[in-house]
């Protein structure tokens, strides 16, 4: 049993959550500045109930909290995005973030070391060279040398001596972790996004008003290829207004095409977002298309620019589609459709009405994820099937549109609480929802949202919601129905139960 209360850390807080491209591996920052990676189990035979977990597979710190002297600003350590590279040897490589330094981090396995050194002893000292001596019994391999040694100016003698060749034996396997390259000094503003190229050599980074791109080989200069700023030395395009009080909007999110690496959409706190093509020009400070849905004017309200403010988009796997999410919806974008989404989802439009409350609470500010499944299905017919996107809902909701009737079951890593959430389906009606309790393997059951009106048994009223307790992270496997959900200091990995029972 897991215990009923717990206090959570602030440093503890999950901030991050992110699969590497097999979905072998699994890693999540917190707000600690630590890095966790997860490894997948193999499947056994033997031991079925166990098949597939994800296990604690290295632990490092990634940040540290530092001071700007100059602008008297402290700049906290926790992890703002992390990012994979694709594999390319042994080794695995990512990226992290904190507000302004971005990390390259090299991981790797070694379950093997060196022994039989003869300068050296067992701790890495160095010998007495008078000590090495035959060692012709030894099971090592060895080689005779004949040495001319000066003792002194005037006498010199012949040393016969065997050395040993140094042997890789096997050793309990070891994981290390060692930064790469530091990519600092280059962002004024909050990083809130970085996205690895398809080309594997440059990635991006955002924060609130400029986009930089870099080589993973170059730490000491970036690449400006959008900076909302006025045009300025270096031909940095810059489209700052010269009163800060005339901007009106910021970068919110900005992501690399999965296959052309010419191509980046990055989103604002407008609601808009923008496809630009570095090949028309170095700094896309233009451009190539602008997907904008119109505003309903009946919708208007004093909260309309806050809750259209986009927090996350993805390309789909295809590179096809755009997936964003703002504060109550979650819209599918097509790259040859700039007019309007093709699809348009509420994921709780049931909060219209609490929109005051959250916005003296603060939860109105809230920023949530959304992410694509490996499949790239749009939309299924009649029974609600998208088997699509994971989406993170206030109040402890996770709205889930690959609605079918297959149970799913949840794992849980480091649960502190007796209860965990609800699990949002919304399948035919979209206020469907499941509660989870705290045991490892549970299959999730539906349960109902309801705003008012006649309440069935297990309906949750919509003013009992607890906004203080919410989703904000979220990855979803990229080859399989296994999503991986963070809520404070905990971590649940969700499998679709049909799925794993196959396997």
């Given at each position: ?13 999950i ?17 600690g ?7 997948r ?9 166990c ?6 597979y ?11 002297y ?14 994979w590279l ?16 971005i ?9 093997k070391?060196?022994?039989?050194y ?12 008078s ?5 012709q ?15 002194s ?5 012949l040393?016969?001596a065997?050395?040993?060749v ?11 972790v060692?930064?790469?390259?530091i ?44 900076c ?20 009106t ?9 999965p ?12 609601g808009?977002?923008r496809?630009c ?32 403010s ?18 109550l ?18 994921v ?17 500010f ?17 029974n609600?099937?998208?088997?699509r996107l ?35 389906l ?60 963070a809520?404070?200091?905990?971590l ?8 794993s029972?196959?396997?």
């Amino acid at each position: 049993m897991f215990p009923s209360f717990c206090v959570c850390l602030s440093a503890d807080i999950i901030s991050t959550v992110e699969f590497n491209q097999t979905g072998e591996l699994l890693a999540t920052g917190d707000k600690g500045g630590r890095v966790v990676i997860f490894q997948r189990e193999p499947e056994s035979k033997n031991e079925p109930c166990c098949q597939g977990e994800y296990n604690v597979y290295s632990t490092f710190q990634s940040h540290e909290p530092e001071f700007d002297y100059l602008k008297s600003l402290e700049i906290e350590e926790k992890i703002n995005k992390i990012r994979w590279l694709p594999q390319q040897n042994a080794a695995h490589f990512l990226l992290s973030t904190n507000d302004k330094t971005i990390k390259l981090w090299k991981v790797s396995e070694r379950d093997k070391r060196p022994e039989g050194y003869n300068l050296k002893d067992e701790e890495g000292r160095m010998k007495d060279l008078s000590t090495v001596t035959s060692l012709q019994g030894s099971s090592t391999a060895v080689l005779r040398i004949t040495k001319l040694c000066h003792v002194s100016p005037h006498r010199t003698f012949l040393l016969n001596a065997f050395i040993e060749v140094p042997v890789l034996k096997p050793m309990d396997l070891m994981v290390e972790v060692s930064p790469r390259r530091i990519f600092a000094n280059a962002h004024t503003y909050h990083v809130n996004s970085i996205s690895v190229n398809s080309d594997c050599e440059t990635y991006m980074s955002a924060d609130d008003l400029r986009i930089n791109l870099w080589h993973l080989a170059i730490t000491d200069r970036s690449f400006s290829i959008l900076c909302p700023l006025r045009i300025s030395d270096g031909n940095i395009v810059d489209i700052k207004p010269a009163n800060m009080e005339e901007l009106t909007e910021v970068i919110t999110a900005a992501e690399f095409h999965p296959h052309h690496c010419n191509l980046f959409v990055y989103s604002s706190s407008k609601g808009t977002l923008r496809l630009c093509d570095m090949r028309a020009s170095a700094l896309c400070d233009k451009h190539s298309k602008l997907f904008e849905e119109p505003e309903d004017p009946n919708n208007r309200s004093f909260f309309s620019e806050i809750i259209s403010s986009i927090s996350d988009v993805k390309f789909s796997h295809s590179g096809r589609y755009l997936l964003t999410r703002d504060y109550l919806t979650v819209k599918v974008w097509d790259l040859n459709m700039e007019n309007k989404p093709i699809e348009t989802y509420q994921v709780h439009d049931y909060l219209r009405s609490k929109l005051c409350s959250l916005y003296e609470n603060d939860c109105i500010f809230d920023k949530f994820e959304c992410a694509w499944n490996g499949t790239d299905r749009l939309r299924g017919i009649r029974n609600g099937l998208t088997e699509r996107l994971g989406i993170y809902e206030p109040l402890s909701f996770f709205s889930l549109r690959e609605l079918t009737a297959k149970p799913w079951e949840v794992w849980i890593i480091n649960s502190i609480s007796e209860n965990l959430f609800l699990f949002h389906l919304g399948a035919e009606r979209p206020n469907q929802a499941l509660q989870c309790y705290s045991k490892p393997r549970a299959v999730l059951k539906p349960r109902r949202v309801c705003t008012g009106g006649k309440r069935r048994k297990d309906d949750i009223s919509v003013d009992s919601l607890d906004f203080t307790k919410k989703i904000l992270h979220t990855a979803w496997h990229p080859a399989q129905n296994i999503i991986a959900i963070a809520a404070t200091n905990n971590l649940y990995i969700f499998q679709d139960k049909v799925n794993s029972e196959v396997h």
